[in-house]
């Protein structure tokens, strides 16, 4: 078994909506990002590949590049998840908390867990986590400058 964690964070900038494991949720402001700016799915590539040794985002998907910007993130995580499958692993749990005022959350936990359960093959809804928190309205994420999100997967050899 292995376990990997992941963190990203994207300052807001520009126009909604803001996307969080390929759901668009309305907001009051996009995010500052070369591909989508998807923070949650982001993170958890990241944990993904840390499970493994296998280097992070910005070595896989490099952000100076032409060739990912305004890349889905949905397609990223396919490609991640690919090399975790080729290693022999799957996923025994995920756990995702994103870190924001603004915008609420809850609602769209449901959709993006479908998501991601469908990307990565999971056997189960129950394997994969979401939740949101505040940061009390302390620091960039208190005052709505931002959102953040880390993620924590663990991994199963087959």
Same mark, same amino acid.
């Given at each position: 078994?292995?376990?990997? /964690?992941?963190?990203?964070? @994207? ?12 759901? &668009? !949720?309305?907001? !009051?402001?996009?995010?500052?990002? @070369? ?6 799915? @982001?993170?958890?590539? *990241? %944990? ?7 280097? *992070? ?11 990912? &910007? *305004?890349?889905?993130? $949905? ?6 998840? *690919?090399?975790? !499958?080729?290693?022999?692993?799957k !996923? ?8 924001? +005022? ?8 449901? +959709?993006?867990? $479908?998501?991601?359960? &469908?990307?990565l093959?999971? /056997? ?8 949101? #928190? #505040? #940061?009390? /309205? ?5 005052? &709505?400058?931002?959102? %953040?999100? %880390?993620a ?5 050899? /087959?």
């Amino acid at each position: 078994m292995r376990i990997g /964690q992941g963190f990203d964070v @994207h300052a807001f900038y520009g126009d909604p909506p803001i996307v969080l494991g390929g759901v &668009k !949720i309305a907001s !009051i402001k996009g995010v500052r990002s @070369h591909s989508d700016g998807d923070v949650l799915i @982001h993170a958890l590539i *990241d %944990a993904l590949l840390g499970a493994l040794a296998l280097g *992070d985002i910005g070595n896989l998907f490099p952000n100076n590049t032409e060739e990912y &910007k *305004d890349a889905d993130s $949905r397609v990223l995580l396919r490609t991640s998840w *690919d090399l975790i !499958i080729k290693k022999g692993y799957k !996923i025994g749990n995920i756990d995702i908390t994103i870190i924001t +005022e603004v915008p609420f959350i809850s609602p769209y936990v449901p +959709e993006i867990r $479908r998501n991601l359960m &469908k990307d990565l093959g999971c /056997q189960s809804i129950d394997e994969i986590n979401i939740k949101a #928190t #505040t #940061t009390e /309205q302390l620091g960039f994420l208190g005052r &709505k400058e931002g959102i %953040a999100c %880390a993620a924590i997967v663990f991994l199963i050899k /087959q």
